[in-house]
Every structure is written in structure tokens, then in C-alpha cells.
């Protein structure tokens, strides 16, 4: 039986873990045409809720799009990727791509690469002067409600990494896409990202375009019963011989963070595939696997660090504190407020630590944690 823990990639059907509540919530949203904003930490799931969403919403009937900001580094590349995208779902076959694109969308151009296997790649390109690049992202922006009402479907469009806008000179941007959408009556959105600070910026900031514009959903880890279930029925299927509270070990050393749950659990069925036995000891050798396997790629990290970064990653590995700024904390590792201050802006803009909704900073990474402390 192959391994059905899978980490670091897109997940379906019976290996996709319990989000039946979130999809739930979200279908019903899109249902309704609404505006979500959906706030999500890294490695919680976030890209596998999504593409779930939208393989149920495809079946259901919508037109979907999906648009990762991550892969589109200038404002012209969100707006060729938009355009592929829409276009790809609205037309289907590669002879109506490559006709629509002029026709519909003027300042683009269709690009079509060839493929080893000898097949087509279908790509749009802009063409259009650069001062021209908002007027022609407003036109690609208006294509799936025209889309919509031709094809009589409804519409979704989901922008992950939605909180990465800023990089486009954001607050224009956010004007741009807002003068379109707010009136949109077939196309429903969810706007995803990341950087919880910033998403909430754009939605409770009354001098930033997205105000009130729609719900705030945080995607929160998924509850412990139904995770436990799901772990237990795989090893079961694999008649593994699981010890007493070994998947609840499994669960608070990847502390609740679904990618490093799938990664041990993957960890311990390879390392147990012949003697079908688990227990905890089965759990550290796991992870310590982990740490060694990452090793390299983490002492590259670590040499790309200052001193004071660094002495404050060993503080907050070994301590976890409740916060930084404690005087028991700053006393202890020796580090001045001003020095944390600024090492965490650092660290923060690196994705190496995460600020909480508590105040406390946990690591982006559990295994580069762990990898510090040892």
C-alpha cells in the first residue's frame, strides 16, 4: 500500500485531511457571490482548502480561476496570469483561447510555446504600453462577469497570496480591483493570504480600498478529534500496530500544523512499513530524520543571518516564550528591547518567524526550530 501521507504538495479525495466545515462555509459564500477574505499561517493547508474548493465548485456547476500573486512578481505578469486563467476556464479549446484573447482583451496577445511531448503551451502576453497596464488589468478584471452572463454560470475567482499586493504598489492596485469587482452580481471572490496583519489591514482600515468590502475567515489548524481520526483510519488500513497515545504525540510535536503532521506521519509509515509497529519513540526518530534531512538547507538559512537574529532564534527555540519583550526573557538571553525590535522585522520579512493573534511569534518552521535547539 503506498504511503497516504502526503506533505508539501496538493492533496484530494481520501487523503485530503477533515476541512469539511471550512469547504462547507466557503461553498455557500461563493454561493452566494460574496467577498472573503480568508487568513490562513503557512503550512496549515491553505493552497490544498482552496484547489478543493474549487475541483467541488467545477462539479457543482461554476466556472472557477485560481491566481497565485507568489508566481507573478510585476503587475503586468498578474495581469497576463488573470487573463490565462480566465480565459482558459471561459473558452476551453486552444483555437477559442487564441482567437478571444485580441478580441476580448486588447493590450494582450496569445503565446503559444511548444512542448517536448509535442504538445501546445497556451500563455498570454502583454503588448500594450506600460502607463497602460491598469486600463488593460480593468479589462481583464471585467471578463468573468461578462464570462458569466455568457455562458450563464456563475463564477469564481480565487487570488491566493492575495497579502503580497503591496509589491505592486498595493493601495493603487487595491483601488483598481475594487472599482471593478464591487460591482459584480455572478462573480464571487476570495481573496487569501498568509499575513494576518495585513489582510485585516485591508478589511478594517477605513482609508484602504477594501473596507468592509467582505468577511474576514480565519483558517484555524484543523480540530484534534477529527485529525487523529483521520490518521489512525490510514494506519489502520496499512494494519499498522499503533501504540496508546502515539498519534496524539504525533500531533503536539508537529504542534497542529498540518504539514508537519502529514510529514512524520510519512516519516513513520516508511521507517515502520515491515515490522508494522509505532510507538513514541517511533515519533522522535521521525522527526530527528526530518531535522537531518533539512540540515543543509537550514544551515544555509542560519549563515544568512546576523548575530543578533540568530541569538534571538536560539532564545525563542529554546524558551517559546509568551513574549518577547518579558523581562524574563530580555534578561535571561541578554538581548535589548531595540535589538528584538529590529531582528524581528527582519525575521518577519524572511518568513522565519509569524506573529500570533496573542502577540507570540512562533517559527514558520517547527523542524528549523527543533534543528536550533539541538
Not at 482558459?88 to 494582450?108: D, F, H, N, Q, Y
Not at 452580481?185 to 468592509?212: H, L, N, W
Request: charged share 30%; with cysteine.
Amino acid at each position: 500500500m503506498q504511503n497516504p501521507f502526503i506533505y508539501g504538495g496538493l492533496v484530494f479525495g481520501d487523503h485530503f485531511a477533515d476541512r469539511q466545515t471550512e469547504l462547507s462555509d466557503l461553498a455557500t459564500e461563493m454561493s452566494n457571490m460574496s467577498k472573503v477574505f480568508l487568513v490562513s499561517p503557512r503550512r496549515i493547508g491553505k493552497t490544498c482548502l482552496l484547489k478543493n474548493l474549487q475541483k467541488n465548485l467545477r462539479e457543482d456547476g461554476f466556472l472557477t480561476v485560481y491566481i497565485d500573486l507568489y508566481k507573478a512578481p510585476t503587475l503586468r505578469h498578474f495581469t497576463e496570469q488573470y487573463a490565462k486563467a480566465v480565459v482558459e476556464v471561459v473558452e476551453g479549446k486552444l483555437e477559442r483561447m487564441v482567437k478571444a484573447v485580441p478580441r476580448i482583451l486588447p493590450g494582450l496577445r496569445p503565446k503559444l510555446d511548444p512542448n517536448p511531448d509535442g504538445t501546445v503551451s497556451f500563455s498570454v502576453e502583454y503588448i500594450a504600453r506600460e502607463k497602460e497596464v491598469f486600463q488593460i488589468l480593468t479589462e481583464v478584471l471585467e471578463y468573468p462577469e461578462r464570462a458569466s452572463i455568457r455562458k450563464k454560470k456563475r463564477f469564481v475567482v480565487i487570488i491566493d497570496e492575495f497579502s503580497d499586493i503591496a509589491k505592486y504598489d498595493g493601495t493603487d492596485v487595491e483601488k483598481a480591483i475594487r472599482a471593478v469587482v464591487q460591482f459584480h452580481q455572478r462573480v464571487g471572490y476570495i481573496f487569501s493570504g498568509s499575513k494576518r496583519s495585513v489582510i485585516r489591514d485591508m478589511v478594517k482600515d477605513k482609508r484602504r480600498a477594501f473596507y468592509r468590502m467582505g468577511r474576514i475567515m480565519e483558517l484555524t489548524p484543523i480540530r484534534r478529534d477529527l485529525f487523529i481520526a483521520f490518521i489512525e483510519s490510514w494506519f489502520a488500513r496499512g494494519e499498522y500496530d499503533l501504540s496508546e497515545n502515539v498519534v496524539d504525540l504525533i500531533l503536539e510535536k508537529g504542534r497542529d500544523i498540518p504539514y508537519n503532521i502529514q510529514r512524520i506521519a510519512h516519516n513513520i509509515w516508511e521507517k515502520a512499513s515491515e515490522s508494522k509497529k509505532a510507538g513514541n519513540a517511533s515519533v522522535d526518530k521521525a522527526i530527528e530524520t526530518i531535522v537531518n534531512q533539512e540540515s543543509m538547507n537550514y544551515e544555509a538559512l542560519w549563515d544568512g543571518l546576523s548575530q543578533k537574529q540568530r541569538e534571538l532564534l536560539i532564545g525563542l527555540a529554546e524558551d517559546d516564550p509568551a513574549t518577547v519583550f518579558s523581562k524574563d526573557f530580555t534578561e535571561r538571553w541578554r538581548l535589548a528591547v531595540s535589538s528584538i525590535q529590529a531582528s524581528l522585522r527582519a525575521l518577519e520579512n524572511k518568513g522565519i518567524v509569524e506573529k500570533e493573534k496573542q502577540g507570540k511569534y512562533r517559527f514558520d518552521d517547527e523542524f528549523f526550530r527543533l534543528w536550533i535547539a539541538r
